[in-house]
């Protein structure tokens, strides 16, 4: 796993690489003021495209349907490489979020002081993010007949998604596959549709 990703980075590494090359013979084919008015317009192009992934977030924040909450509770059982992993694949899924312009509205429960996983998430940029954060769990912050417990211990695939129900990820990072803990917890907490997602199936 630690090579495939290795070799992902370096094959990103390498596009960045050949789009700046690419860049630079453009540029140097211009005279000084196609030069200027190119690197203008690439300048307001990229200004413009902060301003809609903003505009795009703000709306999923105010009113973007399906709600998506992560899970954030299992922070005290994980390590400090665990907890890295949980708020780096949180930042993935909020700039999957952005980049796709997606409505989903997405939620942080359990992100309290006392939480371990909040200074990962914080040193990750999350304050700068527009996403809900909840100190309480997810739990106490949804109706519970909303929850869609997700978990790869579920019985059960999930077969349609409805913008009424709130879709919840366990926010683990587990390296010794402690099964059970999304289960168990949603078990305690009397949560009533539990679903997988249909990966053997896909």
């Known amino acids: 796993q630690d090579l495939l990703k290795a070799q992902k980075r370096e094959k990103k590494r390498a596009r960045q690489l050949r789009r700046q090359e690419a860049r630079l013979e ?8 196609e030069r200027e008015a190119f690197l203008a ?3 307001a192009e990229a200004t413009q495209r902060r301003l809609d992934d903003k505009a795009s ?5 105010d009113t973007g349907r399906p709600r998506v909450a992560i899970n954030c509770s299992f922070g005290d059982g994980m390590d400090f490489k665990e907890l890295r992993s949980l708020a780096k694949q949180a930042q993935m899924a909020y700039t999957a979020v952005r980049d796709l312009r997606s409505p989903i509205q997405l939620h942080l429960t359990s992100v309290g002081e006392q939480n ?3 200074q990962a998430l914080e040193n990750i940029g999350m304050p700068g993010w527009i996403i809900h954060t909840h100190d309480e769990s ?3 912050v949804f109706d519970p ?5 997700l978990t790869p211990d579920a019985d059960e695939d999930l077969e ?3 913008d009424d129900k709130v879709y919840v990820i366990g926010g683990i990072v587990d390296r010794s596959v402690n099964k059970l803990q999304s289960l168990e917890q949603a078990q305690r907490h009397g949560a009533a549709c539990l679903r997988r997602l249909p990966i053997r199936r896909h």
């Open 138 to 140: 997810v739990w106490d």
């Open 145 to 149: 007949s909303q929850l869609v417990i």
């Open 116 to 118: 371990p996983a909040r």
């Open 57 to 61: 977030l703000q709306h999923a924040f």
């Open 41 to 43: 317009r690439v300048k």
């Open 26 to 33: 453009h540029l140097d084919k211009l005279g000084p003021q």
């Open 160 to 162: 349609e998604v409805h």
